[in-house]
């Protein structure tokens, strides 16, 4: 069965910091996708990241990075120089080729509180 | 261009009533999907429309829940007999065509739903 965890309930940093989210995941699938979303206060789910099973280079995209390792089933998310703006509820999820691709299982989520 | 638009963003309602959620997709998204989002539950997949294929009920929570999606289009979620354990935050997303699992899902902002 597939399924996410995100272990770190809330993780509180002070600008300036950098902090990892951390995301582990358990699939039989050999062919599946894993995403990143933030949550925002006002709610709506963001689309930050989108990487497939046989890509497991490492990516960059500004102050976000993102460290995929099959060999730990995990996909950690780096924020780098952290800002208030960031301040949401993020969110892993997966999806399996077993499903279609078109179910997506969420972690629990990990509430990031940035303060001045 | 216009995103994923959801209504009511609240309802109350009363235990035992009938509710119906409404989502309009992205234009020319063909593929629909309901989650929800509860305390203690995280984010939870409902139900998947793709096209005119038959929808993907597997994650509705039992029968008093049920969707549909007119002409491709417009989704109404119905939820009958509501009990305090459907109080959550209801979530439209829609994806546009192409390739499984290459595609991004564009969520709506949610509707807040509160039994009472």
């Known amino acids: 069965a597939q399924k996410v965890t995100q272990a770190q309930t809330e993780i509180s940093v002070v600008e300036k910091e950098d902090v990892t989210l951390d995301c582990v995941y358990e699939?039989?699938?050999?062919?599946?996708?894993l995403f990143w979303y933030k949550q925002p206060p006002s709610g709506e789910l963001v689309f930050l990241i989108r990487?497939?099973?046989?890509?497991?280079q490492n990516e960059i995209s500004g102050r976000y990075s993102w460290n995929f390792q099959k060999s730990t089933s995990s996909f950690n998310f780096t924020i780098t120089a952290s800002q208030v703006v960031d301040s949401a509820v993020y969110f892993c999820?997966?999806?399996?080729?077993?499903?279609?691709?078109?179910?997506?299982?969420f972690g629990t989520g990990t509430r990031l509180l940035v303060s001045p | 261009g216009a995103g994923v638009s959801q209504s009511p963003s609240n309802k109350v309602t009363e235990k035992g009533k009938d509710v119906e959620l409404r989502c309009d997709p992205i234009?020319?998204?063909?593929?629909l999907y309901w989650y929800r989002q509860s305390l203690g539950q995280g984010l939870e997949f409902l139900i998947y429309?793709?096209?005119?294929?038959?929808?993907?009920k597997s994650g509705l929570p039992s029968d008093r829940f049920s969707a549909e999606r007119t002409g491709g289009s417009v989704s109404t979620l119905t939820i009958q007999r509501t009990q305090q354990e459907d109080s959550a935050v209801y979530l439209c997303?829609?994806?546009?065509?192409?390739?499984?699992?290459?595609?991004?899902?564009?969520f709506g902002p949610g509707t807040r739903l509160t039994v009472l």
């Open positions: 997303a829609s994806s546009p065509p192409g390739l499984a699992g290459n595609n991004e899902q564009f």
């Open positions: 699939t039989r699938d050999t062919t599946y996708y």
């Open positions: 990487r497939n099973s046989f890509d497991e």
């Open positions: 999820a997966l999806s399996e080729r077993g499903t279609g691709f078109q179910k997506l299982v």
């Open positions: 234009s020319g998204h063909t593929a």
């Open positions: 429309f793709q096209g005119n294929s038959a929808p993907d």
